[in-house]
């Protein structure tokens, strides 16, 4: 199968060497307090010290199908925290992936894409047949261990949960997703980790919501550094470009795209 089901017509590309986040606004999940996104030395910086969601997303985009991808360095975690990049984000939801601890005080460290209501903070969609089967397991009706299930990994409608290990502090990651209608890829340096199909169509909770959103990336209990943010597709407009110089930020592949027009 092709990486890539659309022909790509434009490249926006934020280096954040200008200083500014004037595309962008921060998006705190379930009312939590407002955390500082601030730009130094080309960087976007932002401390969380617990574990609520703040994600920092591209204003007035409604894309649909897309290939984006960044670079995160975590410089400290706070507890329980994970990295965040997220698409499809509307005012009350988005389709999120995460490296970290996101719910159950998971036993091991987690990479998982799912549905995340903005307003609650809650993960929709697969969560709830998990509490199903902690329901079974205390019922005694058959044996089953959730911390199993984390630990050998399970891939569901709009849910994909396998273990990954924390990212490493002070050192550049490379994160790539592509979303292509129902499919969502996501990759951590070049490696395919999560294939997540969510066919939104039937999830009448949706209300047709999802089908298209900005795009964004966020922290929840960590201080770390994002950079050079890329996003290709067919209404993607055009602007700004990679820097010439290399850097070890940048993942080999990212040759192949065309942000010199």
């Not at 200008?18 to 030395?41: A, E, F, G, T």
């Not at 998990?130 to 261990?145: D, P």
């Not at 499919?183 to 980790?193: A, D, Q, R, S």
């Not at 009448?204 to 290709?232: C, E, P, Q, R």
Request: net charge neutral; proline share 4%; hydrophobic share 40%.
């Amino acid at each position: 199968m092709s990486l890539c089901q659309f022909s790509i017509s434009g490249t926006y590309v934020d280096t954040f060497e200008d200083r500014r986040l004037s595309d962008w606004k921060d998006v705190n999940v379930n009312d939590s307090r407002p955390v500082n996104w601030k730009v130094s030395n080309g960087e976007v910086h932002v401390e969380s010290k617990d574990n609520n969601t703040r994600i920092l997303v591209l204003k007035d985009t409604e894309w649909t199908n897309y290939e984006v991808e960044l670079s995160v360095m975590p410089l400290k975690r706070h507890g329980h925290g994970h990295i965040v990049l997220a698409s499809r984000v509307t005012l009350t939801r988005a389709i999120v992936f995460t490296i970290g601890d996101i719910f159950w005080n998971a036993p091991i460290p987690i990479a998982t894409g799912t549905i995340l209501n903005l307003e609650n903070g809650k993960l929709e969609g697969t969560p709830l047949q998990f509490a199903k089967i902690r329901n079974l397991q205390n019922g005694n009706k058959f044996q089953v261990k959730l911390d199993d299930i984390v630990r050998i990994g399970v891939d569901l409608q709009c849910n994909n949960i396998h273990p990954y290990p924390f990212l490493k502090l002070h050192e550049w990651t490379h994160l790539k997703l592509m979303v292509s209608g129902d499919l969502f890829m996501f990759w951590i340096n070049e490696t395919l980790v999560l294939n997540t199909k969510c066919n939104l169509a039937h999830l009448a909770f949706l209300k047709g919501d999802l089908v298209t959103g900005s795009i964004g990336f966020g922290i929840a209990g960590y201080t770390a550094l994002f950079d050079n943010f890329v996003v290709s597709g067919e209404e993607v407009p055009n602007r700004g470009r990679l820097p010439v110089r290399p850097q070890e930020k940048l993942g080999l592949t990212w040759g192949k795209l065309k942000v010199g027009r």
